[in-house]
């Protein structure tokens, strides 16, 4: 039995590596099948104080929210399991609440057309074959007055983010489609940091220079939908009030779909709720992998002994 | 499109065979992914940014009329061109600085002339040394304004987000906050401590905070590899939805019997090349130092040339 036991320690890796996949399908072929695995999720603070923020936007007497929500979106293929769903949450918010916002995509060259596809997704049908698949959510949201994409923007980091709070004009002529900016309505009264209510970065890691130059200097509102392994770094600025809040990996996303549709189960279609179960299973495999690894460690540290 | 659902999943389980052990099929599409993401980032640079901003600026009204022989055409082209130049030496002047600065980035491919490149690596550094100042402030500052906390601590509120203190400022003590911030404040002296390298750690105090500050560390280091996992399992979980919904359920199924009648014998055929023209497996190398006649003497350390 313990040499069973210290062989443990010595299980080569590809096997893990399987139980991992095999864990993970599940859910995936339950959901195909038309028997869906469904956990519960309970957002958590850093989640709640993006939802919260978003929603105490200023508003006129018509009820019209006065600023915008800038969206520097500069997630690409490489962290597409957690940043597309970050996004597709706060997009999905902002155009419930029609609240404007304006998408920059600094520094990555590859982003504006994966931010656009999502956009694309809850104002356009999915047709495939000629066949609708899938019905836009808000079909009425107009580019130009709800949304601006001005798409890639280089220098990354300071320089960027410097000029787009104090002119946002003079950083980008035109949109990602080249139409001159003062051409678009929303772009005509969207000038500098006066004019944005919040920030919302979302990428692998976001630059920290939104906190420094954003909210440092104008105390603007920052958000960050970073990946898991970069919260850990960004976690400090919350307590601090540098960060209204953050969305963190595919847990991020998944809870800020609970609190969009809390009653309604069959509205959360978020890329994070499609995720966050097999992250499950895929845990549980991996926990109870480190648990047997240490069972093996020590039954051969009492055989030495 | 269907074949391109297909040549997705094929790539990406070619990728995945890296998992069973490092392989050719792995590094051809590796090197092809590479390939193609620098091409495509060239290209959007050169339209985003080089062209719009550089390039243009300069020649976008130079549209020479040639109109005679080939010969005589290089003449005339000639003298559109220096006619230009002559006309518009502000823009020239701006292209060729820009140009010849930006281009001297490219001598880091030489060594004889690497120190070229040192001039604008000078340039960006020293830029990059005082924004760096600016932002750390801004960053940091209220980090250290924020590790001030009470120990005696009333619930937290706008006005103070950790809690006000008790003794003092009045209200009612919250224990829960309270313990939050002595622990918070615990930590950041055990760890400061522990990386406090300048007296010696032979005091009990010193000893117990710097060990408790290690304990603490690896309490973080955990953290940082949990948070690491879930995002490789989402990277992961994108993909495997991916595989199992887009292509294995949805796609597989619709593909026509000639598809796969015609992707086999395209698999054949690669693989008759990849077998007819493959090299022999090369002769294990001697190392240098055995010669036919077996490995040298040595020599004296005195009679060495």
Sequence with gaps: MRDLLIKLQTVDRRWVYLAIAVACAIPFIAEAIGKPINLSVYPSRETQGVFDTINNIPRDANGNPTKVVLIDSTWDAGSMGENEGQAEAIIDHLFRERIPFIVTCIGNEKAPQFVNGVIERFTQDTIVDGKVVRKAKYPGRVYGKDWVNLGFSVPWGWQSIQQIMKDIHVQYKADYQGTPLEEIPLMQRVRNADDIYMIFAVTYSPSEDWVSFAHGIYGTPVAFGCAGIQSTTTYRFIPSGQMVGMLVSVRGSAEYDALLYPDDRSQRVNKGTQLIVPLAFGHLVIIFAIIMGNIGYFAARRRRS | ?305
């Design chain 2, 1 to 305: 499109m269907l074949w391109q659902i297909w040549l997705c999943a094929l790539l990406t389980l070619g990728i995945y065979t890296f998992l069973y052990s490092d392989n050719k099929l792995y590094r051809m599409l590796l090197n092809i992914l590479i390939g193609l993401n620098v091409g495509y980032q060239f290209m959007v640079t050169w339209k985003s940014v080089l062209s719009p901003k550089w390039w243009a600026l300069c020649w976008k009204g130079f549209d020479p009329k040639i109109e005679g022989s080939w010969f005589s055409g290089v003449f005339e082209w000639l003298g559109y061109f220096f006619s230009y130049i002559w006309n518009h030496p502000g823009a020239f002047i701006y292209w060729l600085i820009l140009g010849v600065l930006g281009s001297l980035w490219y001598f880091q491919l030489t060594r004889k002339y690497l120190w070229l490149s040192r001039i604008v690596i000078g340039m960006s550094v020293g830029m990059g040394a005082g924004i760096v100042f600016k932002s750390s402030f801004l960053l940091n500052a209220a980090q250290i304004t924020d590790s001030f906390r009470p120990f005696i601590a009333t619930m937290p509120s706008a006005l103070w987000s950790n809690g006000s203190p008790v003794i003092g400022t009045g209200g009612t003590f919250n224990f829960l906050q309270s313990l939050n911030n002595v622990i918070f404040v615990g930590t950041i002296v055990c760890v400061m401590v522990y990386f406090f390298f300048s007296f010696s750690h032979e005091n009990r105090v010193i000893v117990g905070s710097a060990k408790m500050g290690r304990w603490l560390l690896m309490i973080s280091f955990g953290a940082f590899f949990g948070n690491t996992v879930m995002t490789r399992m989402a990277v992961f979980l994108e993909r495997l939805q991916y595989l199992i919904r887009d292509w294995a359920i949805q796609t597989v199924p619709q593909t026509p019997l000639i598809a796969y009648i015609y992707g086999g014998g395209v698999l054949l055929l690669i693989i008759a090349i990849y077998l007819l023209f493959r090299r022999p497996p090369a002769k294990p190398q001697k190392p240098d130092y055995i010669d036919e006649e077996g490995p040298k003497p040595e020599v004296p350390v005195g009679e060495q040339v």
